[in-house]
Nanobody, 123 residues
Framework: QVQLVESGGGLVQAGGSLTLSCAAS????????MGWYRQAPGLERELVAA???????YCADSVKGRCTNSRDNAKNTVTLKMNSLKPEDTAVYYC?????????????????WGQGTQVTVSS
């Protein structure tokens, strides 16, 4: 069983940056591919970024060039840094985990989810 706890959300001005962190508990964190999803009111939950167990990274087109994600297997954490934030980045951001080396866009592929952290970008 993997438990995920996100931190780092809050209110940010447009053009600013933020860092989200996800702390994972459970064994063999290094075996898990980690994803960051977000969900804005009335919209589907969408993949923003991911990092595979092997360290391959993915950023969605909507955040490409503004997104950096990394992991620290010794600390069981993943970090998402976003800059040049826009009001449309406002959403609840969720950390997700799946065992295995592949990154999937489909949220049903991820077995474990955090509670989410609110990010609000003011214009």
């Amino acid at each position: 069983q993997v438990q995920l706890v996100e931190s780092g959300g809050g209110l940010v001005q447009a053009g600013g940056s933020l860092t989200l962190s996800c702390a994972a508990s459970g064994p063999t964190f290094s075996d898990y591919t980690m994803g960051w999803y977000r969900q804005a009111p009335g919209l589907e939950r969408e993949l923003v970024a991911a990092i595979s167990s092997g360290g391959n990274t993915y950023c969605a087109d909507s955040v490409k060039g503004r997104c950096t994600n990394s992991r620290d297997n010794a600390k069981n954490t993943v970090t998402l840094k976003m800059n040049s934030l826009k009001p449309e980045d406002t959403a609840v951001y969720y950390c997700a985990a799946r065992r295995g080396a592949s990154i999937y866009i489909d949220k049903s592929r991820y077995n474990y989810w955090g509670q989410g952290t609110q990010v609000t970008v003011s214009s």
